[in-house]
């Protein structure tokens, strides 16, 4: 039995496919949110326990883990959110946790370089302090692994004992994706097609480097008449519009907002664009190759190259190089890759196979003949 404490959006997509993946090898899964109404809870197809968390209160929220602990006994644990691991390592619950895995999603090092040095350097700090007392620790791509091990090798720490690092890819669900992109899609642009039609999906925030995108996109050729659509919400919005407007290019792109099916407009595109100064491993790009739409990504830290298998499945640019991306949009636009090889290639992040190497990581197995599996429900802390 396996006890996940869980985030929503992309990660709480990507854990909900996993997590059937777990139901169907016979795994039992517990489910610890925040709220009752988590907004996942919806797409999991399968019976799970569910338990309460308030990770906004640490006090309860240590009772409500140790009743939890007390009630459940999981055989492993898999926290996907920072504050989540620092619940897991309270002083509190020493000795009443089971093994402790941290699923890590994005590269922390080039995060923490967006603050400043002193702060970088104190949450760098904090962080590798935290990720050492776990049991286990998961990077989604090598290159977030590779940061880890980076960050765990510091010579400040070395007396302390450094946990496993493994390497586990995204499971991506190409039966859902495929079904949600053949649903229907107003939009005039798709419907008329006067040009091709350019996509990206994330939210508006400076490490999706949308900016970049728009410089790029500026310098198309005009002949093209292409048109670029982004999906997604973020306190950026307004500056990409005004950037939009002083590029002349206001007329030629939209900014969709948040989509709960980005899937048609990626798989209605002749070009999916992921132009990030860093992630962990981009899982808009993985569902677009999934769908057999053609990528172009800037060769971030970290995830993309790896995605691409080196630049086989899709150019790759430096990562701050708005003329180096135009002419990789440009060129792919001009000779896509076949679609069947693009899917082909995302063959890799199939779902049966991540559960296959959560579950050996994890060391879990099918459920004990003695345990009674409760159906989807909430369970409150026991009163004592």
């Not at 899964?29 to 209160?57: K, M, N, Y």
């Not at 410089?215 to 292409?226: G, I």
Request: hydrophobic share 40%.
């Amino acid at each position: 039995m396996i006890g996940f404490l869980k985030g929503s959006g992309g990660i709480g997509r990507v854990m909900t496919t996993l997590m059937e993946a777990l139901l169907e090898r016979g795994i039992e899964i517990d489910l610890l949110l925040p709220s009752p109404t988590h907004p996942d809870l919806s797409e999991i197809r399968g019976e799970v326990a569910c338990f309460v968390i308030d990770l906004e209160q640490l006090k309860q929220a240590e009772v409500q883990l140790l009743d939890y602990l007390h009630q459940r006994r999981p055989d492993a644990i898999l926290s996907n959110r920072d504050r989540s691991h620092r619940l897991l390592m309270q002083p509190k619950l020493t000795g009443q946790r089971p093994f402790t895995a941290f699923r890590i999603g994005t590269n922390v090092p080039e995060r923490l370089k967006r603050n400043s040095p002193w702060t970088a350097a104190w949450n760098g700090w904090r962080l590798t302090r935290l990720y050492r007392q776990a049991d286990l620790l998961i990077g989604n791509s090598s290159g977030v692994s590779a940061a880890l091990q980076r960050m765990l090798s510091r010579r400040s720490m070395q007396r302390q004992p450094s946990p496993r690092i493994e390497t586990i890819l995204n499971p991506v669900d190409n039966e859902t994706i495929a079904r949600l992109a053949s649903e229907p899609i107003l939009h005039p642009w798709l419907k008329q097609k006067p040009g091709p039609i350019i996509v990206s999906v994330g939210r508006l925030v400076r490490a999706k480097h949308f900016g970049l995108l728009l410089r790029a996109f500026a310098l198309l050729p005009a002949a093209l008449d292409a048109r670029l659509m982004i999906c997604g919400q973020g306190g950026q919005h307004d500056r990409l519009q005004a950037l939009a407007t002083r590029l002349g290019i206001a007329d030629r792109i939209e900014l969709l907002g948040y989509q709960p099916n980005p899937f048609r407009y990626v798989a209605a595109a002749d070009l999916f664009v992921c132009s990030s100064l860093f992630e962990g491993s981009s899982n808009a790009l993985i569902e677009a190759l999934a769908l057999g739409t053609p990528c172009v990504s800037t060769d971030c830290p970290s995830g993309a190259r790896e995605i691409l298998d080196d630049g086989r499945l899709g150019p790759l640019v430096p990562v701050d190089d708005p003329v180096a991306l135009a002419e990789a949009m440009r060129s792919v636009l001009e000779k896509p890759l076949p679609a069947e090889q693009l899917r082909a290639g995302a063959a890799r992040f199939d779902p049966h196979h991540s559960a296959a190497r959560y579950a050996e990581a994890l060391k879990l197995s099918a459920p004990r003949p003695e345990m009674n599996v409760p159906e989807l429900g909430m369970s409150e802390p026991r009163a004592d």
